[in-house]
């Protein structure tokens, strides 16, 4: 069974700054379990993960920003909630993880509350440099089995902008999967126009890296352009198999950190030649794709473990501490999990 996510789906931005932002936090995540169609004890179990992370932000690092959206995964439905804040850090993760642990004057119940309402839990924090967190709630129980890959995302628009020209998707099929990054030309509605109109490639299965990008080239005739990369990743073969035309920057990282190559051109426009490269992407490679407002100069050897964390963490790290800010900007991190048909335990 093909299944499609995308950033095409709500995502949802919370600034946390003061204590009116917990309570619109948590309707904004009421709002979309509603949607979802989550049941009232579900909804609940939400909406204190929200009200616990929003409150741990004001507490220990004053400011921060919550995304909420569904789930980004093809395994079912749920919501993922992830936390960025800039504060001082946690020293000792395991200690603050025990209820009655506490370094600013309260019961201490907030990060073991966080943990135990969230089906999947995940966090990252280095001293002096901020934490990241990640929890994730099913809408039916018990959770659905692994589709294969571990996907984490994030999308952030150009400050004025309400539309990010930036996007991704990922088709998720029983013999591996197609990742796609793309990046319309400018920023706003038009730049979005074309990134959705990349994305809805995916909506048909194709052969190979370059027939999707071929594909997207055909769709985006009539719209700005944009940078496309594709990867398209083969359980049996354990090979991704990458095109890439523009500035889409791509990895990827096994025993080694490998470098995805693309060509000059804009998909739409002026695409003069697109070719494929071949690596090996076995259980537990990582694949990251993203735009040019995110810096290149990041190195994942100076975040110690965190590519072992949930990929939306790894998203997340590298969009707050090397984003531009005078771009949109995207992240795509997908990783090929093992116990899944085709790949080895």
């Known amino acids: ?49 929200v009200t616990e992370a929003a409150t741990n932000v004001l507490k220990h690092a004053d400011r921060g920003v919550i995304h909420i959206g ?24 395991s200690a603050s993880l025990v209820d009655g642990m506490s370094t600013a004057g309260t019961a201490g119940t907030g990060l073991g509350a966080m943990r135990r309402q969230a089906d999947e839990f995940d966090v ?38 309400d539309e990010c020209g930036d996007g991704w998707g990922v088709r998720s099929e029983a013999g591996g999967a197609t990742l ?24 048909k299965p194709a052969a190979s890296a370059s027939d999707v990008v071929q594909a997207a080239h055909d769709a985006l ?65 990582t694949c990251i794709l993203h735009s040019d407002g995110i810096q290149t100069q990041w190195d994942l050897d100076k975040y110690p473990g965190l590519l072992g964390h949930s990929p939306a963490l790894v998203a997340a790290v590298l969009m707050r501490d090397f984003i531009r800010r005078r771009d949109d900007a995207m992240v795509l991190v997908v990783r090929r999990t093992a116990g899944f048909p085709g790949t080895p335990a």
């Open 1 to 49: 069974m093909e299944t499609i996510i995308s950033s095409l789906a709500t995502q949802l931005v919370c600034s946390i700054e003061h204590a009116s932002d917990v309570a619109a936090a948590r309707r904004e995540g009421q709002k979309l379990a509603d949607s979802l169609g989550f049941s009232e004890t579900r909804a609940g179990m939400l909406a204190l993960v």
């Open 180 to 203: 796609l990054a793309a990046d319309g030309l400018g920023h706003g509605p038009h730049a979005a126009r074309a990134s959705a109109a990349a994305i809805g490639v995916l909506a």
């Open 124 to 161: 990252y924090s280095q001293p002096g440099k901020g934490t990241a967190f990640f929890m994730r709630l099913w809408r039916d129980l018990p959770p659905p089995d692994p589709c294969g890959l571990e996907v984490g995302a994030l999308l952030t628009p150009l400050a004025g902008e």
């Open 221 to 285: 005739r009539g719209t700005r352009g944009a940078a496309l990369a594709v990867a398209r990743i083969d359980y049996a073969g354990d090979e991704l198999r990458f095109a890439g035309i523009g500035n889409i920057a791509g990895y990827v990282f096994d025993d080694s950190r490998r470098a995805l190559v693309s060509h000059n051109g804009i998909v739409g426009h002026n695409m003069r030649k697109v070719q494929e490269f071949s690596v090996p992407f076995g259980p537990g490679a």
């Open 70 to 93: 569904p789930v980004q995964s093809g395994a079912g439905v749920g919501i993922d909630v992830l936390v960025l804040d800039e504060g001082p850090g946690i020293t000792d993760l």
